[in-house]
Structures are given as C-alpha cells and as structure tokens.
C-alpha cells in the first residue's frame, strides 16, 4: 500500500487524532473570526492550534519527499512520523503496530504461535522478558525475568521497535533464535539458542499438595486469556467439592492480559464488596470495580508474585492483600500501573495507547516499584543461573562467567565445586566427573556441549520440583499457620 498526497496524509493523521478521543481545539473568540491556516501561530492565546500543527508535519513530509538524496518509501515515511508521535510520549506499552504486527498481537491473547514463548516489553531502550511461558522453549532455554535481549541471529535489536524486534525473534517451528542475553548480576552478554517451537496457550494448571494432613490446592495462572476466568472456575469449582482446606494462587511469571479477565476472577475469591481495582483516566474520573462474592471462602488463600508478575497478575494480586487476611508471598512484581486499549486504524495497523492508570483498592499506584510481598522468599541460586554454552568447552584454569554458572548449578545439582567464582578449579573438575559418571556421559572432567545439555535439563528437573521452591514451600507453610490459628 503507497499513500499519494496530501489528503491522504492529513486524513491519516486526522483518523488517529479522532480515534484516539483526542479534542482538537482551534483560537478565536470574542466574535473575532480566526486567522487563515498559514497565519496561525502553533499557540494562541494557550490554546494549541492544531491544524496549523498538521500543516507543519505535511510540510516536512514534502521538503522530505522532494529534497532527500534517495528515493523515499512514502509509506514507510508515514509510519515513521506516527512511530514517532508515540515514541515522543515515553511511554514503551504506547506503540504503533502494522497490519503484520496487529495480527501478531491478537493471536498472543487468542490461540497460538510459533516462536520462543516469551512475553515482552521495551525498557531502556532493550527488549526485556517479563517472563517466558510455562513449558515454552524459551523458558527451557533458561530465561529468565528481566533477562534483555540485544541481539538475535546476530542481528543488533537495541533501540528497535518493539514489535520489529518481535518479528526477528519470532519464527517458524523447529528453527534457531540465536539470542545474546544482558542479565542483571552476570558481567558479560552470554548467547542462548533457542528452538522455537509451537506455543500453546494454556493458561491455567493446577495441583494437589498435601501437607500435615491438610490438602491445599494450588492453581497457576500464567497469563490472562480470553477463557482463562471460565477455566479457573472450573479448576476452583473441583477444588471446593473435593474440601480443600486453603488455596494457593500462582501468578509468577504472568506477563498479565485482559482487564476483564482479572476482574471476573477477582469476582470468584476477594471478599464481598471489596475493590478489586480503580481504573482511573486522566480527567481523573474513577471507575471502581468491587466484588459481588456472597461470603468470603472458608478456608485460606495465599498468591505467589515473582518479578515477572506484571499488569493483571499485580491487580489480582493488590486486591487480595488489601482486602485483608491475604498474604502475597515471593518477590516484588514488576511494577506495569497501567491500561492499554487498541485502536484501529483505516489499513488495519493498530495503535496500542495507554489510556488510563489502575489503582490497587487503597488507591496505591505501583507502576515501576510493584506489589510488595507480606513475605518476601527468593528462590535457590540456581533458579537464576545463566544458560552455558560450552563454547568453547569449559575446563581447568579457565575463569570466566560461563564457570560461575557452572559451579552454581553443579553446587544446586549436588556436586560441590569448592568455589562459585568463575574459577575452574580441581575441585571444580572433579564435581564435573563426579556429574559425568553419574549420567552415563564420557568422563573427561571438561564441559562439552552434551554435558552442559544434561546439566541444563537437570536444573530444569530441579526448578520444577515443588521440593526446591522456596516460595511454594513458604505458601504451604503460612496457610498451615493460618489453619492453626482458626482452631
């Protein structure tokens, strides 16, 4: 599609001024009749002019069009000047999205895909996780919340838009994302291959655990869908007709998703008239939102955040601790306060706008600091290791980061490397032997890449079970206190 002209370009720009609710306001008064367009001043009087502003951006566009040294992509022009419009409100949830793009963004919250699995966003200028999907390659691959992604297939994406970026990673099942990874804590970028895969999207899984006599369910909500309420009814519903004695609700890593999603299953648990959320726009005009539950639940609940909790997460999360009696256990959330609607424009490319803040029920706005825990639990120091690549293959005397990770992980598994500070040391070795000959793999004491495969998937075997989570652990813990203190 080539846009031709100037009434093309103004209706463009005039379509998402009106789709956006944007008033547009013109000078004049006191009987006096307004100056012509080309006369105007771009602020009269306090009050902006905006078409004398619309001119100005049609008058760049044609010096662009006829002085630039190379032949120019109107289209790309056009979208250029929108991209910039949102990128000027600092804002990284406000973007513009083409056609390609729009699509792409609807079947994340409706179906399926094919890529790494992941949820995520622009911070400092890099495309940041705020957590891979349950079971997905990219969580195998040993992502982790807040890891930024810098390059892909030895692309550079910093400072790319964010669903340009996304199409880069994204790709067809079975083939590579080569992705260089900056996390927090770990000196040098290190490199992560990912094999993208098909990505489900189930969004609520649960389990029976059993403790001191008592059973517990426990239901985790990885993002929130189009029938994700409808599915966690069912799974609570099961749950009471079996008389459970407390219930935990798992919500790390939950990137969020749709408001009205939260909202109903706010409705299922947080207490009768309790605020589940405040949406507030910038008139500052409220809508409240209270639960119209009967009674509160008979037994305990408990809900589990991590920093990759963000957006609907943090609401269902903020509404039970502040509804009382409620504890929220883990880390601090990521800290997303506010609300994005999608506008569609004429040519099917969409623009997401932030268009209001949410609220916790205390009126608390926790956009960039999060929901703090009642208790905070940080997870086994291997839950946070980096991916090693075993390239080249790791071995005595060496001593770089890829080694820490080794000992960090060697140390999780059981296999004592005397030192987790990047230095391969003898020890360090015969940990690695000790490992190799109890895996059935050739016992060299140096980390090929089969090696640091098998050691990978069994950290992965670790992290899934509920006996090394801390915070589960913890969760079961409190509700067991607080069964005791109701007798």
């Not at 998402?16 to 006191?30: C, H, K, Q």
């Not at 630039?68 to 409100?89: H, T």
């Not at 405040?278 to 408990?302: A, F, H, Q």
Request: net charge negative.
């Amino acid at each position: 599609m080539h846009f031709r002209g100037r009434t093309v370009l103004m209706m463009i720009i005039l379509t998402i001024i009106a789709s956006s609710s944007v008033t547009m306001l013109v000078a004049g008064g006191n009987g006096e009749q307004a100056a012509p367009p080309e006369e105007q001043a771009g602020d009269i009087g306090g009050v902006h002019n905006t078409q004398y502003d619309l001119d100005k951006i049609y008058e760049a566009f044609e010096k662009i069009q006829e002085n630039y040294v190379l032949e120019v992509d109107e289209e790309e022009l056009i979208e250029g000047a929108i991209e910039g419009m949102l990128n000027k409100l600092g804002d990284p949830y406000s973007v513009y999205m083409d056609e390609e793009a729009a699509r792409q963004l609807h079947e994340n919250l409706s179906s399926s895909f094919e890529g790494i699995g992941a949820e995520v966003t622009i911070k400092d200028g890099r495309v940041t996780i705020i957590a891979p999907f349950k079971d997905s390659p990219a969580e195998k691959a040993g992502l982790r919340p807040l890891d930024q992604i810098i390059s892909v297939n030895g692309e550079n994406i910093e400072g790319m838009d964010l669903y340009q970026a996304v199409l880069k990673i994204r790709g067809p099942k079975g083939t590579e994302a080569k992705l260089e990874i900056v996390r927090s804590g770990v000196s040098e970028p290190f490199t992560v291959t990912v094999i993208r895969d098909e990505i489900p999207l189930e969004t609520v899984y649960t389990q029976k655990i059993t403790a001191q006599g008592k059973t517990f369910g426990k239901i985790q909500i990885t993002s929130f869908g189009q029938d994700t309420a409808e599915r966690f009814k069912e799974e609570l519903d099961r749950f009471e007709q079996e008389n459970i004695d407390g219930l935990i609700i798992d919500v790390r890593g939950n990137p969020g998703g749709y408001l009205d999603t939260v909202r109903q299953i706010g409705q299922l648990i947080v207490p009768y008239e309790s605020i589940i959320t405040e949406i507030m726009d910038r008139s500052g005009e409220k809508m409240v939102y209270r639960s119209t539950l009967d009674n509160p639940k008979p037994y305990p609940i408990t809900i589990l955040v991590d920093e990759g909790s963000a957006s609907a997460s943090e609401i269902l999360a903020a509404a039970l601790q502040e509804a009382g009696n409620y504890k929220v256990i883990g880390e601090p959330t990521f800290g997303k306060g506010t609300v994005q609607s999608t506008i569609d424009l004429e040519d099917d490319s969409q623009i997401k706008l932030t268009i209001a803040k949410w609220l916790t029920p205390n009126e608390n706005w926790i956009n960039e600091t999060g929901v703090q825990p009642d208790v905070q639990v940080s997870q086994p120091e291997f839950f946070r290791a980096a991916y090693i690549t075993a390239d080249p293959e790791l071995k005595r005397d060496m001593n770089n980061e890829q080694v820490r990770n080794l000992q960090i992980m060697l140390e999780g598994l059981g296999y004592h490397p005397g030192r987790k500070d990047g230095y391969f040391n003898l020890e360090t070795e015969q940990a690695v032997r000790s490992f190799q000959a109890d895996h059935d793999l050739s016992v060299t004491g140096v980390v090929d890449e089969k090696t640091a495969q098998v050691i990978h998937e069994q950290i992965f075997e670790l992290v899934r079970d509920p006996r090394y989570d801390r915070q589960l652990q913890k969760a079961v813990e409190v509700l067991l206190e607080e069964l005791g203190d109701k007798k």
